[in-house]
């Protein structure tokens, strides 16, 4: 090829001549654009690099478990707890984060860890075990202290997270082993001390094989490789490797070795969990080792050094042996450059990976607990601090019952549509779970794919609530006393109502049966809507729904005697929030999932503190959680026996709409209360009842957790009045057929009825004995007999 030449008749010094003044103004030209790029990138770098603040995500935390003598714990349990926050076995359990067993308990050391009140220094302790229970809390020393309570470190449960979801754990220089360093220098970057942001040679060679096209090649030091991480995108062209020299040049000009070193040892991407990417040494560690840096083996450190190559390619979880390959190759490097003896290369090289294995979780293993939890931190905090200011919030999620709530769903879904030979995954759920002292949510599943951050039915989904209204209804009647108690005969004939503007109303029992007169507390125990909806209509609709806010129920139904039975729609958090309210004892206690916040360095921000307020009277509340203990003992819930123990006392209701689309259950205990959601997202029929879905759900889940019964104290204004169970007289007290029944005081009845059983001295029977007569039963000889316990005879006993 003929290379250009100049016009004949002009030669090169002429042609200078002729152009100089155009050549020097391009060249002026250029020169000026050039250091006025140069003058850009020098400012972008020192705005970014001096202040040096990496968006650290907000961690977020489940609750710490409080260990005391004398709580209900199994050593089952607490291994658990202790695994959940990553401990491991160990047989001298001296090192934090470890444990073994003991004839009677376990022996374990804590981990130092900044709680929202102070930090708290890890600790070498003793636990016995007896009876279910705590026994003994001790302080391992030279002499053995015992302690009232110790706190465990709580679960970290997920973060939120800045842009592209980056995780990174800071540390300081003084903080990396030198090991690790030596490995970095070695592997990546032989001349970082002395050179001057680039390597000559290096960029020659990757230049030399970028242009014959044999491969675009990096050439790059660590210096280079900072300054792609930190300001420039994964591109690799010519034009973005000569702004990348330049930089690293600039870089190089202003910062000292270590600062830069310290930067990239905070930045640099090392894997990724689901959605959420790992950036940096120090969270790295934890990531694959579960250990802080200052811990990990010389082996260990040389496998985190060889990913930086390739985070994907060298993964020690999905291709361990290349890894394996990459690692000791980096070893080889330290020793051949004298970074360490052979003999620590020979016994590092021998060692496994020592990887531990988990399954990914992306940025929370309960992402719809963490969705709540989001929600109401928008309230108080800028979405950009959250995501960037590496907030610490403590929350309320215990693991356990999490883990239990999730698993029982996930079951008697599976089971459900098996035995209905419905197709796998038809079925749909939710479960909210609180504490009724202090309405901390403990447990919130959006759906039966708990790991997936998705819909969030818990929050999300309105659906009507059928019969879970009920109780409105009900606690509305017994706040009047002097018109209706448990016994009050309620009238479940035909009803037809007729509202102007629309057709006439007329409410079905699920049996399609009607019966007559029935007592207050049998039409709620077994959920019959016409004498429910008679009984609402004779209190006032208005009535009966403008109490809702006042149990926390912000959105106001519509004014149709359809809405006494639950023609509204409300989501499981919103069912929680009312059932709460209940169980609480007509406190209103707003549901919580956040307990305090507090800034990266440990500072106090916020605290949530409980908010009580009394929004119904103690005495009809009490009559109401007598009656939903009988909706699980004789009515529409007695099935739940099959799961939870009679003497756990549930107090609960069934809910069940239309068509059989939505199954509910909402119930408590003497310390949860929990709701269950099963339907289907298309909202065609489920073909289930309350007690037929949600129910076992729930029964499922608290039959693992062991929940504390029911046996809430009796107001001052309530008082047991033994009655006729049929009649509703008041019996003597020595009528051993008589109910006792609850009763606001001024409301029992005043007739009195005698016994109605036989009279073993007369031999009459069905005759009314005089009052204070002592009546006997009849006693046939050889036969123990026992008169049928009614269902709040079985409450009360």
């Avoid at 977020?60 to 004398?70: D, I, K, N, T």
């Avoid at 960037?388 to 879904?413: C, H, K, M, N």
Wanted: aromatic letters at 8%.
């Amino acid at each position: 090829m003929k290379l250009p030449v100049l016009p004949w008749n002009i030669s090169l010094p002429a042609f200078l001549r002729s152009h100089g003044k155009a050549l020097r103004v391009t060249a002026l030209l250029l020169l000026l654009a050039l250091s006025g790029y140069i003058f850009y990138l020098d400012v972008t770098i020192r705005e970014a690099f001096e202040g040096r603040k990496f968006a650290l995500p907000a961690r977020v935390y489940g609750r710490a478990l409080e260990v005391y003598p004398g709580l209900r714990l199994t050593p089952a349990q607490f291994v658990d707890e202790l695994r959940t926050v990553g401990y491991r076995e160990n047989p001298e359990p001296n090192e934090a984060g470890t444990y073994k067993h003991t004839m009677n308990g376990l022996e374990f050391s804590t981990r130092e860890f900044v709680f929202g009140d102070g930090p708290q220094a890890a600790q070498r302790l003793r636990i016995e075990f007896a009876e279910g229970a705590v026994a003994l809390l001790q302080e391992r020393g030279t002499t053995d202290t015992d302690l009232p309570l110790v706190r465990i470190e709580p679960p970290l449960i997920g973060g939120i997270y800045p842009g592209h979801n980056e995780d990174r754990a800071l540390l300081k220089l003084d903080q990396v082993p030198k090991p690790l360093i030596d490995a970095l220098v070695s592997i990546e970057d032989r001349k970082f001390y002395s050179h001057w942001g680039i390597d000559p040679r290096g960029i020659a060679r990757a230049l030399y094989k970028t242009v014959t096209g044999q491969r675009i090649e990096g050439g790059s030091t660590i210096t280079q490789q900072l300054v792609k991480n930190f300001f420039l995108t994964s591109e690799r062209t010519l034009t973005r490797k000569g702004t990348e020299v330049l930089m690293a040049m600039l870089l190089e000009l202003h910062y000292g070795k270590d600062e830069i070193l310290e930067t990239y040892l905070n930045e640099i991407f090392l894997g990724q969990d689901a959605t959420r990417a790992i950036h940096g040494f120090g969270l790295a560690s934890h990531f694959y080792f579960d250990r802080p840096l200052d811990r990990l083996e010389l082996q260990e450190i040389a496998t985190l050094v060889g990913m930086v190559k390739g985070p994907a390619v060298y993964d020690p979880r999905k291709s361990p042996d290349l890894t394996l390959q990459r690692r000791n190759i980096v070893l080889q490097e330290m020793v051949r450059l004298s970074a360490i003896t052979q003999a620590q290369f020979v016994e590092a090289r021998q060692k496994p990976l020592g990887v531990i294995h988990r399954a990914p979780t992306g940025t929370s293993p309960y992402p719809a607990f963490l969705q709540y939890v989001h929600r109401q931190l928008q309230r108080d905090y800028r979405e950009e601090d959250l995501r960037s200011e590496g907030l610490r919030i403590f929350t309320t999620l215990d693991p356990r019952v999490q883990r239990q709530a999730e698993e029982a769903l996930t079951l008697r879904l599976a089971e459900i549509e098996k035995a209905r030979r419905m197709p796998a995954k038809t079925l749909e759920g939710a479960v909210v779970v609180s504490s009724t002292q202090n309405g901390e949510i403990q447990a919130l599943v959006g759906g039966r794919e708990a790991r997936y951050a998705g819909y969030n039915r818990a929050i999300d989904a309105q659906r009507p609530i059928g019969s879970l209204a009920k109780p409105i209804v009900f606690l509305t009647a017994l706040e009047a006393p002097d018109r209706y108690t448990l016994i009050t005969p309620l009238d479940d004939s035909a009803l037809v109502l007729r509202q102007a503007g629309t057709s006439d109303w007329k409410p079905q029992n699920y049996d399609h049966q009607f019966h007559g007169q029935v007592p207050l507390h049998t039409a709620l125990a077994h959920s019959y809507n016409v004498s429910t909806a008679r009984l609402g209509i004779d209190l006032g609709v208005d009535n009966i729904l403008d109490k809702l806010p006042l149990y926390g129920i912000e959105r106001r139904p519509p004014s149709y005697a359809s809405s006494l039975l639950g023609a509204f729609e409300l989501s499981p958090i919103e069912v929680a929030q009312l059932y709460q309210t209940f169980a609480d004892n007509g406190f209103r206690t707003p549901l919580r999932a956040i307990r305090e916040i507090v800034t990266a360095d440990g500072q106090p921000l916020q605290r949530y503190p409980l908010n009580v307020e009394p929004v119904a009277p103690a005495a009809p509340v009490y009559l109401l959680t007598s009656a939903l203990q009988g909706v699980v003992s004789a009515g529409t819930a007695k099935s739940l026996g099959n799961w939870v123990p009679a003497e756990v006392k549930v107090a609960g209701k069934t809910g069940t709409t239309d068509d059989l689309r939505d199954s509910w259950f909402a119930g408590y205990t003497g310390d949860r209360v929990a709701v269950v959601w099963v339907g289907r997202d298309d909202n065609k029929p489920s073909g289930l009842t309350g007690a037929s879905g949600a129910m076992t759900v729930w029964g499922e889940m608290m039959k693992n957790i062991q929940p504390e019964p029911l046996e809430p104290a009796m107001p001052e204004d309530v008082e047991l009045v033994n009655v006729d169970p049929v009649t509703g007289l008041r019996y003597i007290e020595e009528c051993r057929t008589g109910v006792p029944m609850p009763f606001i005081k001024g409301s029992a009845p005043t007739e009195v009825s005698g016994c109605a059983f036989a009279s073993a001295e007369t031999g009459h029977a069905g005759d009314d004995p005089a009052v204070g007569a002592e009546v006997k039963p009849e006693v046939k000889p050889g036969i123990k007999q026992e008169p049928e316990k009614s269902w709040l005879q079985r409450i009360f006993d």
